[in-house]
Structures are given as C-alpha cells and as structure tokens.
C-alpha cells in the first residue's frame, strides 16, 4: 500500500495541479484522495447536480460536455492523463455546470470539496498551483466561444486537423519520419459534438474538403494532401460556402 501511495505521489508531483509541491504537502494531499474506476461510456456525473468535489485524471480519457434542452451535445473540453477538471464547481460549491463521462476506461484521483478547501486555507502554494490551471481551462474555453462564433464547420475541421497533427508530430519529435496521415482520436459522432455540429454536417465537411482535394478519408484515418490549402481555410473568417474556394 506504502508503495502505491509513493508511485501515486511522484505521479501527482508531475500534473500541473501540484508540480512543485513539498514531500510534506503531497502527503497531506494523498490523506483526502480517493482513486476511482469508471468504466468506457460511463457517466461520471450529470450537469446541474451537486458538486462534491474534483478529478484528476490518472488514465484514460474524459469528456465534459452539455446538453442544451433540445438534446444536442456541446463537447466542451477532453481532459488525459494528468488533467484536472470540476475544480471551478468543487470550490464555489454550486452544481456542476456540465457533464462529465468516461471516453475510455478511465482511473481518476477524486479530492472531496470540505477536505481540499480547509487544504487550500492551510497551504496558499496549493491555491497558486489552482488558480494557474482554472486560468488554462478559462483560456481553452474562450477558444471555444471563438471557434463557434467565427468559424463554420469546415474551419473548425481544418483547424482539429492541424492540430491532431501537430501533436503527433511533437510526439514524435521529427516531423520528417511522419506522414501527413492521422488517425482520429474521436469517433465522428464525438467530434462532431466536439466541434459544435451533428454528424451529417461533419460528414458535408469532410466530403467538402475531400472534393477540394485537400483531404482524403478512409474511416477515421485522413491523409492531408494540401497542408498549406488547409491552415489557410483553418485561420479564415466564417465565410459560409466560400470559406471551400482556398485553391488559386
């Protein structure tokens, strides 16, 4: 058990909720953690309910979306390995402002909100670390207004595609050893809620370009023909159909 309280420690100390923290204080943290499983699919809480505490993700992935009154999903965020999410709701204590639920099998590390708020009276340093993550997750999610305000579906795909390619490129470290190929890491159905539309809309999107010939599609594999075509057509301004006409 010793052992695994130490490996969960140097896990902590490499997120950015509690990167640079003391021996001392990360002991202090594992005494009100709690290590969770949830299951592919499952929910892990529901918008509008009580907000008892907040998550870090140990493995897997988790979606935090809404669902507006008339059942459309909005993906608002994805969060991996080493994210935090729900602080905002576990501090001020009201509901959770969206849904949560598993993309995978997911291992979360939940902090009960009463244990980590007398935590954060105790310890200011813990406070700073926090107020650097909710100011990441307030930067994502103006982003996100941008994205939906200005651009149509057809920018929004070209910009996830970028950017799909841009970490697998980081990842790799070598861009010369990668072809333009990606895999999706989404289903169509949760990238389409990701980027604010229904599936019918992203499949158009996806013939569209495929047509232009900046992209082609074989399942959720697509290969980006014309990079250049397609970081133009990602940083334009919504322009309806014309936003397709990039060619020379």
């Known amino acids: 058990m010793n052992s695994g309280n130490d490996n969960l420690e140097q896990w902590l100390h490499t997120t950015l909720l509690f990167q640079g923290l003391s021996p001392f204080q990360l002991s202090q943290i594992l005494e009100v953690a709690q290590f969770q499983s949830w299951a592919k699919n499952e929910i892990i809480f529901e918008q509008d309910t009580p907000a008892t505490g907040f998550f870090v993700v140990k493995t897997g992935r988790v979606k935090v979306y809404r669902i507006s009154p008339t059942g459309k999903e909005q993906i608002l965020n994805i969060f991996e390995s080493g994210d935090n999410f729900a602080e905002v709701a576990a501090l001020d204590g009201q509901p959770f402002p969206a849904a949560a639920a598993a993309l995978d099998h997911v291992e979360l ?20 670390n926090m107020l650097i993550s909710l100011s990441k997750h307030l930067r994502h999610l103006v982003g996100l207004i941008e994205t939906l305000s200005f651009k149509d579906v057809s920018q929004r ?79 334009s301004e919504k322009l309806g159909d014309r936003s397709f006409c990039v060619s020379e």
């Not at 939940?110 to 200011?124: A, E, G, K, N």
């Open 157 to 235: 795909l070209a910009e996830y595609l970028l950017k799909l390619s841009d970490s697998k490129i980081e990842a790799v470290g070598n861009p010369r050893q990668l072809s333009d190929t990606v895999t999706l890491d989404l289903t169509k159905t949760q990238l389409a809620a990701t980027l604010g539309t229904i599936p019918a809309t992203l499949s158009r999107a996806f013939n569209r370009l495929a047509d232009e010939g900046i992209v082609t599609v074989n399942g959720l594999q697509v290969t980006i023909l014309d990079r250049d075509r397609l970081r133009v057509l990602s940083q």
């Open 109 to 128: 590390v939940f902090f009960p909100r009463s244990d980590f708020i007398r935590l954060l009276h105790t310890d200011p340093s813990i406070a700073i």
